[in-house]
């Protein structure tokens, strides 16, 4: 079967019982309360009806450098003892045109992300969702599968039981890729050869020394991105299926935290360049569903249960593969799904598994696969009419604080975070949620205004504060262990955003005080040059987020193929 990801060290989990259920929150957040109206009228495309509406919850996201620190000790990924291989993306070699801040040895890299206190999502359910932002865990309850099996669950409330530091995720992602040796298919079909074949180009890119456009820190390998981007530009045709009911497929929401899954789909539906209508011609088979819609439409309000929600994805993966014969040819390796509401990992477990899911919910307790699922950016859009309103802030001499968080104290690291830095300090501006005013003028002024903007898990491991940072060019500190930041198999995280983990809390003021004005400053610049690729256009644009996540998800697609 193709698709399987290494292990290492027990930390990326692969057997369906590990992805079971993520436990469920009995509350809801007030970020739902008012997401846009759900269209529940009956446009029926496929063979699967959705039951009647109801209701459930919220989310948070993430971060990453060619040095990085575990356990206070500072590594350098170019040393590290995997074996290297031609095919695999060689992440932490220095590239001519790094700057020398990239080999400077700041033991942690800055980042920071704030939830805002107020969304313009409107929905027809009126299950309230954490402030800011994520769903959480079924206290002292198990989940039930369909089989009415007990399941195990993930309290979010409570640390992870193996925490895997940046160096090993980087590792991880090393490791995957330089071993696609999976089985071909039976039959290499022109398709298959196409892949092989693109494969081989990027593996073997031409060395980039100085890009016009593209800025070389920001990425692993700018020369097999842009390789890669080329050919995905060139050559890429992917099929849409058509089956499925509305809301639940091919609805698209455009507001709120959970807006990546719609504009994506939105993007993807409307495009002429990538989507073909010959499946014989495709490389990649997009699944358009909405994990936002159907937790809105089957989540019985107050049952702590989504058995339903995986039983309906599950009969509809039954129902395509038993339809056409393009699940069974690669087992759904070559399928993939974009869901962004908390309860994705477990809605997609299964058959699911096997294809590539783009998650906000990117956390390896959890099952997120590195190498093969794709980390999905979690934007907070205000503004479906200008999704980039708001967008910059103030140059660094204007930042006078070093680093603010504001926002609800849902899961385990933000009480902490609080605990130690709630006005402790003047130039740390730590609180929970800020007064509502109107355009939640005060909440973005001071990430305006920061240097660091603090990005804590709520009850899941991402948090929109990871790209609102960027947005407003506020340097991302990420604290959220086991998260995987978006893009993690093109982007060098380190190189523009600092992580910490959650022991080093106390720590965290001399952590960022550590780093020096000079590297800041590169920091600061790098993070304005990286957010063109966080951005969300109408119709979209090159290098935007519609085309980074559909490249990472071409780029995985590459490196899970068997090589000829």
Known sequence: ??????????????????????????????????????????????????????????????????????????????????????????????????????????????????????????????????????????????????????????????????????????????????????????????????????????????????????????????????????????????????????????????DGIYASEGWFMKSMEENKQFVTGDPGKAHLFYIPFSSRLLQLTLYVRNSHRRSNLIEYMKKYVDMIAGKYPFWNRTSGADHFVVACHDWAPAETRGRMLNCIRALCN???????????????????????????????????????????????????????????????????????????VRGNANYLQLMKSSKYCICARGHEVNSPRVVEAIFHECIPVIISDNFIPPFFEVLNWESFAVFVMEKDIPDLRNILLSISEERYLEMHKRVKKVQEHFLWHPQPVKYDLFHMLLHSIWYNRLFQIGQA
Request: proline share 9%; net charge neutral; hydrophobic share 30%.
């Open 362 to 436: 990117a956390d390896i307790e959890v099952g997120f696969k590195i190498g093969k699922d794709v980390s999905l950016p979690e934007t907070y859009i205000r503004s479906i009419e200008n999704p980039v309103k708001n967008l910059g802030g103030n140059p660094p001499s204007q930042r006078p604080t070093l680093a603010f968080f504001a926002g609800g104290l849902h899961g385990y690291v933000r009480p902490i975070l609080l605990k130690h830095w709630e006005n402790k300090e003047p130039d740390m501006k730590i609180s929970g949620p800020l007064p509502h």
């Open 1 to 254: 079967m193709e698709g399987n990801n290494m292990h290492l060290n027990g930390s990326n989990l692969s057997s369906t019982n590990a992805f079971e259920e993520i436990g469920i929150s009995p509350q809801a957040s007030p970020l739902d309360q008012g997401r846009s109206s759900v269209d529940h009228s009956d446009r029926s495309r496929g063979s699967i009806p959705a039951p009647a509406p109801e209701k459930a919850k919220g989310l948070d996201t993430v971060v990453f450098n060619n040095f990085t620190s575990v356990q206070g000790k500072d590594i350098n990924f170019t040393s590290q003892g995997v074996a290297s291989s031609p095919l695999a993306p060689q992440p932490m070699v220095p590239l001519p045109n790094r700057t020398s801040l990239d080999s400077e040895k700041d033991s942690r890299s800055p980042m920071k992300s704030i939830i805002s206190t107020s969304t313009s999502v409107k929905s027809n359910t009126t299950d309230p969702v954490h402030s800011d932002g994520n769903s959480g865990s079924l206290q002292g309850s198990n989940l039930t599968h369909s089989n009415d099996k007990p399941m195990n669950t993930k309290n979010s409330r409570k640390k992870p039981s193996k925490v895997v530091p940046i160096s090993e995720m980087n590792l991880m992602l090393q490791h995957n890729h330089a071993s696609s040796q999976i089985a071909k298919p039976a039959r290499s079909s022109a398709v298959d050869m196409e892949i092989l074949h693109a494969k081989s180009e990027i593996a073997n890119a031409p060395i980039i020394v100085n890009d016009s456009r593209l800025y070389s820190p920001l990425y692993r390998n700018i020369s097999m991105f842009r390789r890669s981007y080329e050919l995905m530009e060139k050559m890429l045709k992917v099929y849409i299926y058509q089956d499925g009911d509305r809301p639940i497929f091919h609805e698209p929401l455009l």
